[in-house]
């Protein structure tokens, strides 16, 4: 379990690393260059790993409050 455990963590960093990118000024000029298209899938992109970052952050909780 400490395995799956550090292995949800290491996840947990990399999401909010990617969100960290995609949310930086260069990121978002780059997408309105590239259009609306990329501008739409960039925002998508970074609801996505907000979603995936609370389902992490909620099973690390659970997992360490033994509700699981």
Known sequence: MDDYLQQLREEL???RKS???W???N???GAQRAGEEFRDYTAQH???LKR???EYVKLIADI???TL
Do not use: K, L, N
């Open 13 to 15: 960093e990399s999401t």
């Open 19 to 21: 969100i960290w990118f």
């Open 23 to 25: 949310s930086q000024p």
């Open 27 to 29: 990121a978002r000029i």
């Open 46 to 48: 970074i609801e996505s």
């Open 52 to 54: 995936s970052e609370d």
């Open 64 to 66: 360490e409050g033994g």
